[in-house]
């Protein structure tokens, strides 16, 4: 399945117009709804203002975590894979106490597709790392253990999105994010040195090889 920083995904979007802007679903903390754990947008709103802004856009918000547990809300973590792994009854998704949040968070996962499908949107936008909408890296159970440890791998409203053939994309993957800007503005000038989130030296260092 295609993720949106490989290039030929990206080329499949169309140019859109402030007549027919771009639809573009959206994790709800990246449109600075307070929806994070804690009742904040994590300090996300102001990520991509710049592109939900555009004539040309139009975005739809979701938080699956929101939908499912409410917030506040404690630390859902996957344990025993990732998004995939939950959809196929290998992985659980557990929060920081050892209580089983998965049928919650399928629940928004099924939520925030609906979202996507009622929509008709062309495109996902979602917030990595994070056991819902994670797109390139999750945590490796319980992110408040120390160390912290990471896995490559989607969240479970990635996957479900993934599997029904959305594009996903993550704030993170910046080099991906100007060119998806770009498209929606064409007097936007792109950093040429941007890069993906598989593509920095911290990826790197955490998955060598």
Sequence with gaps: MLLAHHPEALAALRR???QSPLRILS???LAGLPCGVEGTDYGLGEVLRALYALESV???TACPEDFGMGTPRSMPDLHGGDGHGLLDGRARVLDEHGVDLSEKMLRGAHAMLA???EHDVELAVLTDMSAACGTQV??????YDQPRRFQVGVGVAAALLLRAGYLVVSQRDHRTIGRLRALC?????????AVDHHETEWYRAQFPG
Excluded: Y
Aim: with cysteine; proline share 11%; aromatic share 8%.
């Design 185 to 193: 503005d064409p007097r936007f000038v792109r950093d040429e040195s």
């Design 138 to 143: 999750i945590s490796l159970g319980c992110r």
């Design 27 to 29: 994790s709800g903390c």
């Design 16 to 18: 859109p117009t402030p």
């Design 58 to 60: 139009r975005v739809f």
């Design 115 to 117: 979202t996507a499908r």
